[in-house]
């Protein structure tokens, strides 16, 4: 094991409506197998013995699968690795010497709860505007009586991989949230079980993704480099297709009073 | 308002909506500028090719034929530009706090400088159109030649007058830069903004959308490069 000594910009803001900046902070003597989230516990443990204020920032199962680990660092959302959440992220990553700009994921519709950490509640929104399937409660129906194609159960696997942590929106130049609303709107509208709401999900999660003030795709492509899990732009693709075909079909279903 | 209505209101609305028609109106314009290049290069075959390809164009339809090319192309335009500055003012006003160090992993200088090289692109449009269609400040109506004859309007004399300004020249050479940088990431945007492409087709579409902005850029360069440079039919 080996010690690094690094020079911190953390952005610190008080609160919402308050005007951030960025702070320096030296952390000396970071043990190089600690993951980016224990250095950042190390550093609050010696604020707080300092008396000064911690930094506060989001984390929860440390894992690699909750979504909830954020912060953009040196300029890409959850670091240099490829495929790799914040949590997992490990100091021997970096250099002794180097410096660390620690941000917050920025979109007008992610605001900053205090300094790190951000509400990301518009994307449960967007979730409760159709990422859902109905379904009768009671008995599991009988094993194998829904026949999925292996490439279809594959797919849907793919996408449901999706962690909604938001680093997609915090690495497009546009705060566009498509890879994630594309990943999860993708995941039931490939299956049979969620075709019978495949319109009314499709539409009315874009809509809720552009009234929570999202900006546009325009195939930049940088949530796919920035996505921890992998996520592809073909998602995208696929919700561009999904819905065309549901705003023809949504006027037949105005017409007809009903009927996905 | 009629369920039609409310429907096509919901889909310019909506963001995907909106750049599903942005995908539309730029095969609309395109096709345009492929059209637009061929026709241009008949100036290589000389003076009646071009002054022939251009009375025809005057004269398809009873003369309506270009009329109805450019109410679609001017269409196209004006959809196309009011579009993308709607999205674009949407895009910037959904980050209002800038990040102090941004990285760039996939995203191309093309892709970020869209809404840059189409407005300049639609000035040079208006420029253009004044300069070789509605010939204002000039005297490029007064070129007249006989073919077949019949008096017909000297595209030939206009081209090779208008690009022997070097100005006139440089601004077109400019614009054609910007053209071949939107081409090569509006082409390729195209297809996925219409559901076409996957991570298998995706890199065939980068490299059709390369090659037919550098193609566009060659072919349209070449004119006045040839005319203001090596002195062709000067």
């Given at each position: 094991m080996s010690l690094l000594n690094l020079t911190l910009k953390v952005w610190?803001?008080?609160?919402?409506?308050?005007?951030?900046?960025?702070?320096?902070?030296?952390?000396?003597?970071?043990?190089?197998?600690?993951?980016?989230?224990?250095?950042?516990?190390?550093?609050?443990?010696?604020?707080?013995?300092?008396?000064?204020?911690?930094?506060?920032?989001?984390?929860?199962?440390?894992?690699?699968?909750?979504?909830?680990?954020?912060?953009?660092?040196?300029?890409?959302?959850?670091?240099?690795?490829?495929?790799?959440?914040?949590?997992?992220?490990?100091?021997?990553?970096?250099?002794?010497?180097?410096?660390?700009?620690?941000?917050?994921?920025?979109?007008?519709?992610?605001?900053?709860?205090?300094?790190?950490?951000?509400?990301?509640?518009?994307?449960?929104?967007?979730?409760?505007?159709?990422?859902?399937?109905?379904?009768?409660?009671?008995?599991?129906?009988?094993?194998?009586?829904?026949?999925?194609?292996?490439?279809?159960?594959?797919?849907?696997?793919?996408?449901?991989?999706?962690?909604?942590?938001?680093?997609?929106?915090?690495?497009?130049?546009?705060?566009?949230?498509?890879?994630?609303?594309?990943?999860?709107?993708?995941?039931?509208?490939?299956?049979?079980?969620?075709?019978?709401?495949?319109?009314?999900?499709?539409?009315?999660?874009?809509?809720?993704?552009?009234?929570?003030?999202?900006?546009?795709?325009?195939?930049?492509?940088?949530?796919?480099?920035?996505?921890?899990?992998?996520?592809?732009?073909?998602?995208?693709?696929?919700?561009?297709?999904?819905?065309?075909?549901?705003?023809?079909?949504?006027?037949?279903?105005?017409?007809?009073?009903?009927?996905? | 308002?009629?369920?039609?209505?409310?429907?096509?209101?919901?889909?310019?609305?909506?963001?995907?909506?909106?750049?599903?028609?942005?995908?539309?109106?730029?095969?609309?314009?395109?096709?345009?500028?492929?059209?637009?290049?061929?026709?241009?290069?008949?100036?290589?075959?000389?003076?009646?090719?071009?002054?022939?390809?251009?009375?025809?164009?005057?004269?398809?339809?009873?003369?309506?034929?270009?009329?109805?090319?450019?109410?679609?192309?001017?269409?196209?335009?004006?959809?196309?530009?009011?579009?993308?500055?709607?999205?674009?003012?949407?895009?910037?006003?959904?980050?209002?706090?800038?990040?102090?160090?941004?990285?760039?992993?996939?995203?191309?200088?093309?892709?970020?400088t869209m809404i840059l090289s189409g407005l300049t692109l639609l000035a040079?449009?208006?420029?253009?159109?004044?300069?070789?269609?509605?010939?204002?400040?000039?005297?490029?109506?007064?070129?007249?030649?006989?073919?077949?004859?019949?008096?017909?309007?000297?595209?030939?004399?206009?081209?090779?007058?208008?690009?022997?300004?070097?100005?006139?020249?440089?601004?077109?050479?400019?614009?054609?830069?910007?053209?071949?940088?939107?081409?090569?990431?509006?082409?390729?945007?195209?297809?996925?903004?219409?559901?076409?492409?996957?991570?298998?087709t995706r890199p065939l579409f980068q490299a059709i959308a390369g090659g037919?902005?550098?193609?566009?850029?060659?072919?349209?360069?070449?004119?006045?490069?040839?005319?203001?440079?090596?002195?062709?039919?000067?």
């Amino acid at each position: 094991m080996s010690l690094l000594n690094l020079t911190l910009k953390v952005w610190r803001q008080s609160s919402a409506n308050a005007a951030g900046r960025f702070q320096d902070i030296e952390a000396r003597d970071i043990p190089d197998h600690a993951s980016f989230l224990e250095m950042m516990d190390i550093v609050n443990e010696r604020l707080i013995s300092k008396g000064e204020e911690p930094i506060a920032f989001d984390h929860d199962c440390r894992e690699g699968i909750c979504g909830m680990c954020s912060m953009v660092i040196n300029g890409r959302p959850h670091g240099p690795e490829k495929t790799t959440t914040t949590c997992q992220l490990h100091m021997r990553k970096f250099k002794s010497g180097d410096t660390i700009y620690v941000e917050p994921f920025r979109a007008k519709s992610f605001p900053v709860i205090k300094d790190l950490a951000v509400d990301r509640s518009s994307f449960d929104e967007i979730q409760r505007a159709g990422g859902f399937v109905t379904v009768r409660t009671g008995s599991a129906i009988d094993a194998n009586a829904l026949p999925i194609g292996k490439e279809i159960a594959d797919a849907a696997m793919d996408a449901a991989e999706c962690i909604g942590c938001g680093a997609c929106v915090a690495a497009c130049p546009n705060a566009s949230a498509m890879l994630f609303v594309s990943a999860k709107a993708g995941q039931l509208n490939s299956l049979p079980q969620g075709q019978p709401e495949k319109t009314r999900r499709t539409l009315g999660m874009v809509r809720e993704m552009d009234a929570q003030g999202f900006g546009n795709c325009s195939n930049h492509y940088e949530c796919e480099a920035a996505c921890p899990k992998d996520i592809s732009v073909d998602w995208i693709s696929k919700l561009n297709r999904d819905y065309l075909c549901s705003a023809v079909v949504e006027k037949e279903a105005v017409a007809g009073g009903g009927g996905d | 308002m009629t369920a039609v209505a409310t429907s096509i209101s919901r889909f310019y609305d909506s963001s995907i909506g909106k750049k599903i028609l942005i995908a539309l109106t730029g095969i609309v314009l395109v096709g345009f500028v492929i059209g637009h290049m061929i026709g241009n290069l008949l100036i290589f075959a000389g003076r009646d090719a071009i002054n022939e390809y251009g009375h025809f164009l005057h004269t398809v339809g009873h003369g309506m034929g270009v009329w109805v090319a450019r109410v679609v192309i001017f269409g196209s335009i004006i959809l196309h530009v009011i579009l993308t500055v709607q999205i674009t003012k949407k895009n910037r006003a959904s980050r209002e706090q800038r990040y102090g160090v941004t990285h760039k992993d996939a995203s191309s200088a093309a892709s970020r400088t869209m809404i840059l090289s189409g407005l300049t692109l639609l000035a040079f449009f208006i420029y253009h159109i004044l300069h070789f269609t509605a010939r204002a400040f000039n005297d490029y109506d007064t070129y007249k030649t006989m073919l077949h004859g019949e008096q017909v309007h000297d595209v030939y004399k206009m081209v090779i007058a208008g690009f022997s300004w070097a100005p006139a020249s440089i601004f077109y050479i400019i614009a054609m830069v910007l053209l071949c940088t939107h081409l090569s990431h509006g082409v390729a945007s195209m297809f996925q903004t219409l559901g076409l492409s996957n991570s298998k087709t995706r890199p065939l579409f980068q490299a059709i959308a390369g090659g037919f902005a550098a193609i566009i850029l060659i072919g349209n360069c070449s004119i006045p490069i040839a005319i203001w440079l090596c002195g062709y039919g000067r």
